[in-house]
T-cell receptor, first 111, second 113 residues
Framework: SQTIHQWPATLVQPVGSPLSLECTVE??????LYWYRQAAGRGLQLLFY??????ISSEVPQNLSASRPQDRQFILSSKKLLLSDSGFYLC??????????FGPGTRLLVL | DAKTTQPPSMDCAEGRAANLPCNHS???????VYWYRQIHSQGPQYIIH???NNETNEMASLIITEDRKSSTLILPHATLRDTAVYYC??????????????FGQGTTLQVKP
């Protein structure tokens, strides 16, 4: 069966520090992968998606970047965090071209 | 993808059916209706999806009107654990679609004892 992992589960970082969040999927190959963010009290916003290794599409201009170094690995990064980067970050994958399944998320607090 | 409209909040008594409505009047012929829910502090959970026929699985039933301009998610016997934000999303499954989901504000369902 397929599973999706995210780590860390929680992260507290100072403003100006770098960020690296990782997402991996097991049990499938060449999935579409997605990064979403949910700010406190708000809805989910799609940040990036990837249809294959090295292929990244950005949905909104921002302080973050994404990379896909391996087929089942998706990384969200920042060189210098802002207070506004705080939020709940969710990774998802597309199964069978039809249904997205979400990971458990990473809660990021930038102080 | 077509836009959806949902009531911001609803209450339901425990053990009763919860009927969550969704309007998608601009839906096109190749767009499916998806439902997800998000329990507090967790990632969204897929519930069900359909095109034009009614669908049922172990979690819920999806009723889509004949003109496909609206749908209703039915939780037949709501429990306290069903308290969550429910999202109705319309998405095309054509081969060039990247599969991304556009989330609205959803409906906050509060199941009360």
């Amino acid at each position: 069966s397929q599973t999706i992992h995210q780590w860390p589960a929680t992260l507290v970082q100072p403003v100006g520090s770098p960020l690296s969040l990782e997402c991996t999927v097991e049990g499938t190959s060449n999935p579409n992968l997605y990064w979403y963010r949910q700010a406190a009290g708000r809805g989910l916003q799609l940040l990036f998606y990837s249809v294959g290794i090295g292929q990244i599409s950005s949905e909104v201009p921002q302080n973050l970047s994404a990379s896909r170094p391996q087929d089942r690995q998706f990384i969200l990064s920042s060189k210098k965090l802002l207070l506004s980067d705080s939020g709940f970050y969710l990774c998802a994958w597309l199964r069978g071209g039809e249904t997205q399944y979400f990971g458990p998320g990473t809660r990021l607090l930038v102080l | 993808d077509a836009k959806t409209t949902q009531p911001p909040s609803m209450d339901c008594a425990e053990g009763r059916a919860a009927n969550l409505p969704c309007n998608h009047s601009t839906i096109s012929g190749n767009e499916y209706v998806y439902w997800y829910r998000q329990i507090h502090s967790q990632g969204p959970q897929y519930i069900i999806h359909g095109l034009k026929n009614n669908e049922t699985n172990e979690m819920a039933s999806l009723i889509i009107t004949e003109d496909r301009k609206s749908s209703t998610l039915i939780l037949p016997h709501a429990t306290l654990r069903d308290t969550a934000v429910y999202y109705c999303i319309v998405r095309s499954l054509w081969s060039g679609n990247t599969g991304k989901l556009i989330f609205g504000q959803g409906t906050t369902l509060q199941v009360k004892p």
